[in-house]
């Protein structure tokens, strides 16, 4: 079963900051947190991941809180091309595969 | 750069056929896995590589699945006497190592009828 848990859908509008939670409560020490989106019929699209610490790239911003039992996706200027169903994972280093539940659709609005 | 590729793109076949679905990873990574995808729901993990040996296939559902890697690069997923239940998208993803995030391919979408 999925480690994670996240809202089913959420809408943004366009040109907002669009900020999608994840639930890991029983996150381990040593296990990160990933985010990947998958559009429509495509494969997911790696995101951005953390361990402890906020992370930020050209796509987004991972915020974790200090106890790491939730993070939160930060895409700061949301486009219509950013509708796509987000997947928080956590991810064990000694299993090495992901564990996808079934993430949170996002829609972007005009 | 290439990405993963995924071939063929869709595959449609009758109940009791054997198919075979090939992977390209990306060049020089050592990991490869192979998720399943039904409709609404999210990837389920499948198999992994490390190199040429398959390091976990704990999600296989059964002995018709198989996969192989034979060179550490091409993998090939094959499944016999295929069923109605098994048409699904199947993703092949890969990494650097085994602790990097995993790039995945596009996809093959299996239908069997």
């Known amino acids: 079963d999925a480690k994670t848990t996240q809202p089913p859908s959420m809408d943004c509008a366009e040109g907002r900051a669009a900020n999608l939670p994840c639930n890991h409560s029983?996150?381990?020490?040593?296990?990160?947190v990933y985010w990947y989106r998958q559009i429509h019929s495509q494969g997911p699209q790696y995101i951005i991941h953390?361990?402890?610490n906020n992370e930020t790239n050209e796509m987004a911003s991972l915020i974790i809180t200090e106890d790491r039992k939730s993070s939160t996706l930060i895409l700061p200027h949301a486009t219509l091309r950013d509708t796509a169903v987000y997947y928080c994972i956590v991810f064990t280093s000694g299993t090495y595969k992901y564990i996808f539940g079934t993430g949170t659709r996002l829609k972007v609005l005009a | 750069g290439a990405g993963v590729s995924q071939t063929p793109s869709n595959k449609v076949t009758e109940k009791g056929k054997y198919v075979e679905l090939r992977c390209d990873p990306i060049s020089g990574h050592t990991a490869l896995y192979w998720y399943r995808q039904s409709l609404g729901q999210g990837p389920e993990f499948l198999i992994y590589f490390q190199g040429t040996g398959a390091a976990d296939d704990s999600g296989l559902p059964n002995d018709r699945f198989f996969a192989v890697r034979p060179e550490g690069s091409v993998s090939t997923l094959k499944i016999q006497r295929t069923e109605r239940g098994d048409s699904a998208v199947y993703l092949c993803a890969s990494s650097l190592t085994r602790d990097n995030e995993q790039f995945f391919g596009p996809g093959t979408r299996l239908t069997v009828l």
């Open positions: 029983t996150i381990s020490g040593n296990e990160y």
């Open positions: 953390g361990l402890k």
